[in-house]
């Protein structure tokens, strides 16, 4: 039976006053996570937001303990935020999910539960190659690799006004992009939902989702984690890609120039776990190789003037390329996933490995 109906705005106010002598600072358009500390009544609700407690003004109901998303409208004078949604959160059986799927290695078949000649093709055109350079690598891996499925579903819908351009638009989209392949494939039926290749193809799904849950809970401090498969001796595995931007401060205009840091991670089949670190300004970069016995890094020593030169090569100023012995913990296959679990501002993601 339902008792009553509420309807209300999706938006709250936090206004300067004795309930909130000190506002913590607020980015337009940052996206925060919060928790309910006390239910709404008489319009106001009690949050805890970035470890401060705040008052807010709403027409919403919200119970205690409930933990919600919410994006800045308006940060100058009084505070607007607006409800996203509940906050989302990667249990530990994803997470074990996610860092098991680094440790993958085998056909196109083994990898996506299946023969699905689509995602294959896909896959191959993502792969990273080791016979030479490409330029289109990083692009193209965004595009179709999954994470931004959703948002290009969303597109297809507003761009195109009648139902034939959507279908058309639709089936072009699913068949070039890797997630919507494998989804295409696993709604088809070409597997029964109780059977082995079912379960693997979901697998791979619920392993692309779980990045992007991860990539959208850090996207306020701009830093993307992205998996790319490596195709070698006929069979494929994955490497992670970080992606940190730089968190813009407040006073920053549009223009302001940003140090991109770079972070990639392989396990490659001669010289084992590697990891390179670089960090971008305009044309100046820096950068070390990690790997994990001191043989390996010097052989790859013996290789870094050559690395300068086509860097040069290319209007890069080179300061520092380096190479070192790492930590066992420096090149482990959760040291990128890391720093994104753990707790950070705006973060709740955090999640004890």
């Known amino acids: 039976m339902i008792s009553g109906i509420n309807i209300s705005t999706s938006e709250m106010v936090i206004r300067p006053g004795e309930s909130n002598k000190k506002i913590a600072n607020f980015i337009k358009g940052q996206t925060l996570s919060a928790t309910v500390l006390s239910g709404s009544s008489k319009g106001k609700a009690q949050l805890m937001i970035n470890g401060q407690q705040v008052e807010a003004k709403t027409s919403m109901l919200l119970t205690a303990g409930q933990e919600v998303e919410l994006k800045v409208l308006q940060e100058k004078d009084e505070v607007i935020l607006k409800l996203i949604g509940p906050v989302q959160k990667i249990s530990t059986n994803r997470l074990s999910a996610l860092i098991g799927f680094f440790s993958k290695t085998g056909s196109a078949a083994d990898i996506l539960g299946g023969e699905n000649k689509n995602a294959e093709m896909l ?56 997630k919507g392949s494998v989804l295409k494939h696993m709604l088809g039926g070409a597997q029964g939902t109780g059977s082995e290749a079912y379960r693997a193809i979901s697998g791979f799904v619920d392993t692309l989702e779980s990045f992007q849950m991860l990539n959208h809970t850090n996207s306020d401090s701009g830093r993307f984690l992205l998996p790319f498969p490596v195709f070698s001796d006929n069979s494929f595995q994955f490497g992670q890609l970080l992606i940190d931007t730089g ?32 960090s971008i300004l305009k044309k100046d970069i820096t950068g ?46 959760t040291c990128l996933l890391e720093p994104l679990m753990k707790s950070r501002g705006n973060q709740v993601l955090n999640i004890i490995i």
């Open 288 to 333: 070390q190789f990690l790997f994990q016995d001191d043989q390996t890094c010097d052989y790859v020593k013996s290789m870094i003037g050559d690395l300068k030169k086509r860097l040069s090569g290319l209007e890069y100023t080179v300061h520092r390329l380096e190479c070192k012995t790492a930590q066992k913990e420096e090149i482990q296959e």
């Open 247 to 278: 968190q813009k401060n407040a006073k920053e205009g549009d223009g302001a120039e940003n140090l991109i840091r770079i972070s990639f991670l392989l396990d490659m089949t001669r010289l084992g776990p590697m990891r390179a670190d670089f």
């Open 123 to 178: 896959l191959h055109e993502l792969a990273l190659k080791s016979e030479k350079a490409d330029p289109r690598f990083l692009p193209r891996l965004m595009q179709k690799g999954g994470m931004a499925l959703e948002n290009k579903l969303a597109r297809i819908f507003v761009d195109n006004p009648t139902m034939p351009e959507i279908k058309t638009a639709l089936e072009n989209l699913l068949s070039q992009d890797l």
